[in-house]
C-alpha cells in the first residue's frame, strides 16, 4: 500500500477514524493542562479558536467557564447530523485554510496534538505561521513527540496506519527541543511542560519587527 501524501488523503484517513473509532479525539487531560492554565491568566470572554478541535470537548469546556470558544476540524464524520459537532460552534476546515480568516482574529488560538499528524515539515511550518497569525495575543500548542499508541489494533484492522509513514498516526515525530525552537520564533514563552507524552509551549505573539 503507497503512502498517503497529500493535505486531502490525510483528511480522508481522519474522516474515516472519527467515523470508526468512537473515542478518538478526545484528550481530557491535555485539556485540563490547558484549562487549568487559561482560568488565571485569560479573562472569561475572551475569544478562543481550538483549531483541530477533535470531537469538541474542550470547545464546550472552554464555553461552560465563560470563554467565546469556536472550533476547527476535518472530519466530515463529526458535522454531520448526529456527529459531535453538528450543533457547535465550529468550522470545518483544516490548517491549510485558516489563512482565509483575518489576522488577529481569536485573542487565544489552541493547537492541541495536531502538528505531529501532519505529513511534513513544510506542512507543520505553515501551520504554525497561520495559527499565530489567527492569534491577538496568546497561542497555546501541545504536540505528541512520542510514537502514537492509541488503538493501534483497531487502527490497523481499518488499514490506517498501513497508509501513514512510519505506520503511525504521529506521522511528524520531532523531540521537545525542536518544538520549542520553531515556537520561540513567533511566540515568548510564558509556560511549557513536558507531560511525558505531549510537549506544551503556551506563548505571547511577538512584537512585529
Same mark, same amino acid.
Given at each position: 500500500?503507497?503512502?498517503?501524501?497529500?493535505?486531502?488523503?490525510?483528511?480522508?484517513?481522519?474522516?474515516?477514524?472519527?467515523?470508526?473509532?468512537?473515542?478518538?479525539?478526545?484528550?481530557?487531560?491535555?485539556?485540563?493542562?490547558?484549562?487549568?492554565?487559561?482560568?488565571?491568566?485569560?479573562?472569561?470572554?475572551?475569544?478562543?479558536?481550538?483549531?483541530?478541535?477533535?470531537?469538541?470537548?474542550?470547545?464546550?469546556? #472552554?464555553?461552560?467557564? &465563560? !470563554?467565546?470558544?469556536? $472550533?476547527? *476540524?476535518? +472530519?466530515? =464524520?463529526?458535522?454531520?447530523?448526529?456527529?459531535?459537532?453538528?450543533?457547535?460552534?465550529?468550522?470545518?476546515?483544516?490548517?491549510?485554510?485558516?489563512?482565509?480568516?483575518?489576522?488577529?482574529?481569536?485573542?487565544?488560538?489552541?493547537?492541541?496534538?495536531?502538528?505531529?499528524?501532519?505529513?511534513?515539515?513544510?506542512?507543520?511550518?505553515?501551520?504554525?505561521?497561520?495559527?499565530?497569525?489567527?492569534?491577538?495575543?496568546?497561542? #497555546?500548542?501541545?504536540? &505528541? !513527540?512520542?510514537?502514537? $499508541?492509541? *488503538?493501534? +489494533?483497531? =487502527?490497523?484492522?481499518?488499514?490506517?496506519?498501513?497508509?501513514?509513514?512510519?505506520?503511525?498516526?504521529?506521522?511528524?515525530?520531532?523531540?521537545?527541543?525542536?518544538?520549542?525552537?520553531?515556537?520561540?520564533?513567533?511566540?515568548?514563552?510564558?509556560?511549557?511542560?513536558?507531560?511525558?507524552?505531549?510537549?506544551?509551549?503556551?506563548?505571547?505573539?511577538?512584537?512585529?519587527?
Amino acid at each position: 500500500m503507497a503512502f498517503i501524501t497529500t493535505e486531502a488523503e490525510l483528511i480522508e484517513l481522519y474522516n474515516k477514524l472519527y467515523a470508526n473509532i468512537e473515542n478518538y479525539g478526545r484528550w481530557g487531560e491535555r485539556h485540563t493542562t490547558i484549562v487549568s492554565w487559561m482560568v488565571p491568566n485569560i479573562p472569561p470572554g475572551a475569544s478562543v479558536l481550538d483549531a483541530g478541535c477533535g470531537r469538541g470537548d474542550l470547545v464546550k469546556k #472552554l464555553i461552560e467557564i &465563560g !470563554y467565546n470558544a469556536t $472550533g476547527t *476540524e476535518v +472530519a466530515e =464524520c463529526l458535522f454531520e447530523e448526529g456527529g459531535e459537532l453538528a450543533t457547535m460552534p465550529a468550522l470545518q476546515m483544516s490548517y491549510s485554510e485558516l489563512d482565509a480568516m483575518p489576522k488577529g482574529c481569536y485573542e487565544v488560538v489552541i493547537s492541541c496534538d495536531v502538528l505531529e499528524h501532519l505529513l511534513d515539515i513544510d506542512m507543520v511550518e505553515q501551520a504554525v505561521r497561520s495559527l499565530v497569525d489567527r492569534s491577538k495575543r496568546y497561542v #497555546l500548542f501541545s504536540v &505528541g !513527540y512520542h510514537r502514537a $499508541g492509541f *488503538e493501534s +489494533a483497531r =487502527c490497523s484492522k481499518l488499514g490506517i496506519l498501513q497508509s501513514l509513514p512510519g505506520h503511525n498516526l504521529h506521522t511528524f515525530q520531532r523531540p521537545p527541543e525542536w518544538w520549542k525552537e520553531l515556537f520561540d520564533h513567533y511566540l515568548t514563552s510564558l509556560y511549557s511542560y513536558l507531560d511525558g507524552v505531549s510537549y506544551f509551549f503556551f506563548g505571547e505573539k511577538k512584537a512585529a519587527d
